[in-house]
Structure formats: structure tokens, C-alpha cells
T-cell receptor, first 123, second 107 residues
């Protein structure tokens, strides 16, 4: 059974930092491309970033609002993907979901989601 | 980045109704359009990928169509458990942008 378990969220002051973690199980994590998707309170879904497998280069791509402030990394020995979030702003408040990127019929989609971890940026 | 626009933003319907939600991309995304359902306090659930491929376990009353820039999610006969918010998402290129959502409410 595929499981994605996020942790690391919390209350942080503007300008602060957090490191979010996502522990994966039930699939071949080393070959997986992983994304983070966030959702501000009462708002829609927003893709944050994606990290490729090391076999595919291990590089990460980010949405424009977070580029330069957020950094994704992975530790395949721990089946864990991380999201380092720096220079946090109030607009970054929301639930952060970890997802496994599936490529099927030509499309990238998110078939598996964690339960989410809440980040609150407030003074 | 590719922008995704859903319509309507909200919709009131009754059990048994046929419901259609539209999604338009700002540029062609071929058939690489996915649909999700989200209920309050829960993670989104994948319904459909690549326009019309039903994810395992999703009831056959859900169907998808479209190509290029215009896509549709149809629920043939609305059931009580279908009241939720629906999102489209383009799987054509990074960033994997989502539509703003369509909230389906009980009339």
C-alpha cells in the first residue's frame, strides 16, 4: 500500500524557515518523481515544485511564487523527500501535500497524496 | 506558465442530475488534463487522467472529454457522495497548474 506521510509544519514568523518532510512507502521511491502541492485556507490547489529521481538527473523545478525561496531535496536511503521553505511570507500559509508524480498516457498526474502538513506564517 | 480556467466556479445540483464542469487551458495541452475531487478537510483524490482515463475505483458515472484547450468532466447521475470541489490540472508541462476549482453543492 502506498503511503505518504508529511511532517514538519507549524507556526513560524514572517521571514522564518521550516523544513517539511515526506516519508514514502509502498513503492519504488528511488525511481519516483515527487511533488509538493499546497492549499491556502479556503483556496484552491497550487503546485509548488517537483524533484526528479536521481536516475533522471535529480533536479528540481519550482512554481514562480516560490522559486529562490523553496528548495526540494531527497534522501533515497530514507525514502524521504524534503521541502526547505525560507523567507516565509503570509501568503505561504496553508496545507502542504506531498504527492507521487505518475506519468501515464502522456500526462503527469498525482494519484497518491499525503494527509498534508499545515504551515502557518504569522507574527 | 499555462493558465487553467474552470467554469462554473460553483454549481447547485440535485441527486440524479447530470452535471458538467468545464476547464480551459491558455494554450494547447494536447490531452494531458487530469481531474481531482476534494472533500472538506481531505486530500484531493484523482478521478481521471489524460482526459478520459478513469482512475481505479472511480465510479463509471464520471467521464471526461476534450482535447487541445477545452475539456469537460461529466457526472451522469449525481450521487450524494459527489458533492465536493473539483479541480482540473494540466499534466502537459511543469508547472503543473490547477484550475481554481468548481464547488458542487446540493440544491
Amino acid at each position: 500500500e502506498v503511503q505518504l506521510v508529511e511532517s514538519g509544519g507549524g507556526l513560524v514568523k514572517p521571514g522564518g524557515s521550516l523544513r517539511l518532510s515526506c516519508a514514502a512507502s509502498g513503492f519504488n521511491f528511488a525511481d519516483a518523481w515527487m511533488s509538493w502541492v499546497r492549499q491556502a485556507p479556503g483556496r484552491g490547489l497550487e503546485w509548488v515544485g517537483r524533484i526528479k529521481s536521481k536516475r533522471s538527473g535529480g533536479t528540481a523545478d519550482y512554481a514562480p511564487p516560490v522559486k529562490g525561496r523553496f528548495t526540494m531535496s531527497r534522501d533515497d536511503s530514507k525514502n524521504t523527500v524534503y521541502l526547505q521553505v525560507d523567507s516565509l511570507q503570509s501568503e505561504d500559509t496553508g496545507v502542504y501535500y506531498c504527492t507521487w508524480d505518475i506519468f501515464g498516457s502522456g500526462s503527469y498526474y498525482f494519484a497518491y497524496w499525503g494527509q498534508g502538513t499545515l504551515v502557518t506564517v504569522s507574527s | 506558465d499555462i493558465q487553467m480556467t474552470q467554469s462554473p466556479s460553483s454549481l447547485s445540483a440535485s441527486v440524479g442530475d447530470r452535471v458538467t464542469i468545464s476547464c480551459r487551458a491558455s494554450q494547447t495541452i494536447s490531452g494531458y488534463l487530469n481531474w481531482y475531487q476534494q472533500k472538506p478537510g481531505k486530500a484531493p483524490k484523482l478521478l481521471m487522467y489524460a482526459t478520459s482515463n478513469l482512475q481505479g475505483g472511480v465510479p463509471s458515472r464520471f467521464s471526461g472529454s476534450g482535447s487541445g484547450t477545452d475539456f469537460t468532466l461529466t457526472i451522469s447521475s449525481l450521487q450524494p457522495e459527489d458533492f465536493a470541489t473539483y479541480y482540473c490540472q494540466q499534466g502537459y508541462s511543469t508547472s503543473y497548474t490547477f484550475g481554481q476549482g468548481t464547488k458542487l453543492e446540493n440544491k
